[in-house]
């Protein structure tokens, strides 16, 4: 409009050659995963409100000290895979490697005892291991948890289980199995213990040079080593079941009884203790049962009755139970089974088809009216044929396009094509929001 031409030098950029690539064992997510992603976090979303659980998130950097007090200082994950580092101020801190240290620490630390019990908590989010990346192995992964906090009904441990099951059997996983197991109380799993120590000691000779350590620090994780000699010597050795005391025996039963009566298939697996320090009573796993998938990347979930935690991290005794999910190994999984396409997927209700720059400039407009009345419009502003714009529109499964040329513009009108019959008549701009509804609703 009158202002002089200018042309001026695109000075260059100072470029490097060389990508930063992402960190060893990170992953990107990308839009093509979000499908299954959004199916499984439904999934959870509409599981976990029907037992009143609600989400809460806690930080993802938390002090070293609180994992190595909960999580356990001989378990892998503290010794071994933790991102620990001092900060610039030189406070010793870590990646979260597992949730539940840091819903105990928010729990005792927000006075949580004085809510109603049990406080019933879920979040989904990352979590840090440093460990030697592989197929359904990763360093930076997803978890889905659940921890109730407050209660020591067998119940509440049933619930649990209940809940990951259906979240898994709702996004269509059938080939998985709940292994259980209970690892009693710190009264009856001390006697067994020693019991097993005892009986160990006598056959160390035949154990791995890791379960040889393992007899003196962490002797109950040689009963689920994978060596096949070591498997040997556990099936002779004696079972943590037939040790528990009373109060251990009679929960254990009642958590079973309950899940035959929800009919959740299990297997009693004596040799499950998991991989953290802070276990009692009822232990359990998911599994997947497809060869491909257990021989490639392990188990789905797990978790446990973590009775004593809340009171080694400073709070009073506060039975507790929770279990995650590894959102990856499930997606994974899903992947092999089931194809995006398949997947349920929110449909818009109509979609916008521009024509011409005048008409362009108007969408955007024409889009804000009909977003204000709830109704789901979609575009393809960056197209510019009529007929890419309509095959896109038919693709995404929209009920209706609404066509804007030159002429609609100037008329202040719309054509309106029935996306199914191609069918098309013209609505006027003015009051476009309602006759559109009018027109979905006759559909419906
Ligand atoms: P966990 O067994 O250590 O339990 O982890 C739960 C799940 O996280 C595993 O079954 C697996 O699906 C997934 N997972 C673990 N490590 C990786 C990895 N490196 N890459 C991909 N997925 C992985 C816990 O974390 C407990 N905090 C669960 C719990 C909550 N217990 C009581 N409350």
């Known amino acids: 409009m009158g202002r002089p031409k200018k042309t001026l030098k695109k000075p260059k950029l100072r470029v490097k050659k060389k990508l930063v690539e992402k960190v060893r ?3 990107d997510i990308l ?10 976090l439904d999934a959870v979303e509409k599981t976990t409100a029907t037992f009143g659980f609600s989400k809460v998130e806690t930080p ?11 999580t356990g200082e001989n378990t892998d994950i503290v010794q071994k895979e933790m991102f620990s580092f001092l900060d610039k101020g030189g406070d010793d801190l870590t990646l979260r490697p ?45 978890q889905f948890n659940i921890e109730a906090l407050g209660s020591s009904k067998p119940v509440i441990d049933a619930q649990v289980i209940f809940i990951a099951w259906k979240v898994l059997k709702k996004i269509g996983l059938n080939n998985f199995e709940v292994q259980i197991n209970s690892v009693g109380c710190r009264v009856c799993r001390e006697q067994y213990r020693e019991m097993l120590v005892d009986f160990l000691s006598s056959k160390k000779q035949r154990l791995c040079i890791d379960c040889k350590k393992r007899l003196k620090k962490n002797p109950l994780r040689i009963l689920d080593c994978k060596n096949s000699r070591c498997q040997e010597v556990v099936n002779e050795a004696p079972q943590i079941i037939d040790y528990l005391c009373d109060e251990c025996h009679n929960h ?56 004593d935690l809340v009171e080694i991290m400073g709070g009073r005794e506060t039975p507790a139970i929770g279990m995650a999910l590894g959102v990856e190994r499930i997606i994974n ?48 502003m960056h197209k510019d044929s009529i007929k890419s714009q309509l095959r896109y529109a038919s693709n995404q499964g929209v009920r209706y396009a609404l066509i804007l040329g030159q002429k609609e513009v100037l008329d202040k009108s719309v054509l309106i094509r ?18 559109i509804k009018k027109k979905l609703n006759q559909k419906n």
């Open 418 to 435: 029935d996306m199914q019959s191609g069918i098309q008549e013209v609505l006027s701009q003015d009051n476009l929001a309602i006759e």
């Open 252 to 307: 254990f039963k009642e958590v079973l009884e309950y899940l035959d009566e929800a009919k959740i298939p299990y297997n009693l697996n004596s040799k499950l203790v998991r991989g953290l320090d802070y276990y009692t009573k009822t232990a359990f796993e998911f599994w997947p049962t497809s060869e491909k998938a257990s021989a490639s990347q392990g188990s789905f979930g797990g978790g446990g009755r973590y009775d």
């Open 60 to 70: 993802i950097l938390e002090r070293t000290e609180l994992f190595q007090r909960s």
């Open 98 to 142: 597992e949730g539940t240290p840091g819903v105990v620490r928010a729990y005792i630390e927000n006075g949580m005892h004085t809510y109603p019990q049990p406080v019933k908590l879920y979040y989904v989010g990352p979590m840090f291991r440093r460990e030697k990346p592989q197929a359904g192995r990763q360093r930076e992964f997803h």
């Open 333 to 380: 999984y899903l992947k092999e089974n089931r194809e995006r396409k398949d997947l349920p997927r929110k449909k818009a209700d109509i979609m916008l088809v521009q024509l011409g720059d005048m008409a362009r400039k108007k969408a955007l407009g024409i889009i804000n009216t009909l977003m204000d009345n709830g109704i789901f419009v979609i575009e393809n």
């Open 25 to 27: 064992g990170m992953h």
């Open 31 to 40: 839009p093509s995963e979000m499908p299954y992603w959004d199916l499984f």
